[in-house]
């Protein structure tokens, strides 16, 4: 099917997104149940054809779903031909216990890392304090992944400003010390206008971040749900 405008949809390009195909992930929660984990498992299959550059699973606060986290990242490597990216965060965790959960990864087969500062293990609404002994945000934690092993590493951006950011300025400022510290993709928090990601996207591009940036996208397959995750933005 043609495109009214710019000709067939596979030719078009973009000088901000890049020419070729659109690359797509998909992110899975570590299932809680059993019955869970058949819908995880139908819905990962159902989803395998589409050939999604990659998919990653979450990681609960304070590593909460650890175990959880691993043993679904473990199948996807043993049962489907998907890459799987496991999440790992900085909260409640020393550098010692992070290095462990990411060197265990690594002897998994787990080449991706999502690596993440994490939000507090209380709750929304109180601030984030780091472990006395752990990484103090993302920037430190990629830089110490990259450390144990040559991981592909992608961190998160954040078109409408992260909320403990001061400015827009320094949230990309921030976004910035992650990839010169290591990263090697940016997966943006989800939005319901592409304006803001575009324009987070020409900020990034000025400020020298060249990695790629992929924009999240959120299904609302649960419109009470998703409105809660947006109060978290």
Not at 56 to 64: F, K
Not at 160 to 172: F, G, N, Q, R, V
Not at 179 to 198: E, H, K, M, W
């Amino acid at each position: 099917m043609s495109d009214a405008i710019g000709g067939a949809p596979q030719q078009r390009k973009s000088r901000l997104l890049g020419a070729g195909d659109i690359g797509v992930s998909f992110e899975f929660f570590p299932p809680k149940t059993e019955k869970m984990e058949e819908t995880l498992w139908a819905a990962i299959t159902r989803l395998a054809p589409l050939s999604p550059e990659f998919v990653s699973v979450t990681y609960g606060a304070g590593g909460s779903t650890r175990e959880r986290t691993h043993t679904t990242v473990a199948r996807i490597i043993k049962d489907t031909a998907l890459r799987p990216a496991a999440h790992l965060t900085c909260v409640n965790a020393s550098r010692a216990d992070v290095d462990a959960v990411a060197q265990a990864y690594w002897e998994a087969g787990v080449r991706h890392i999502v690596a993440l500062r994490g939000d507090p293990a209380s709750g929304a609404g109180t601030r984030y304090e780091p472990h006395p002994a752990g990484y103090v945000n993302a920037a430190e934690l990629v830089a110490g992944l990259k450390k144990i092993a040559p991981f592909e590493i992608s961190v998160a951006g954040y078109p409408e400003k992260h909320p403990e950011s001061a400015t827009l300025a320094t949230d990309i400022e921030n976004l910035k010390a992650k990839v010169d510290a290591g990263a090697d993709r940016v997966i943006t928090q989800f939005g319901f206008d592409n304006a803001y990601f575009l324009r987070f996207l020409e900020r990034a591009r000025a400020a020298g971040i060249w990695v790629p940036i992929m924009p999240g996208i959120v299904p609302i397959h649960n419109y009470k749900q998703v409105a809660g995750f947006a109060t978290c933005l």
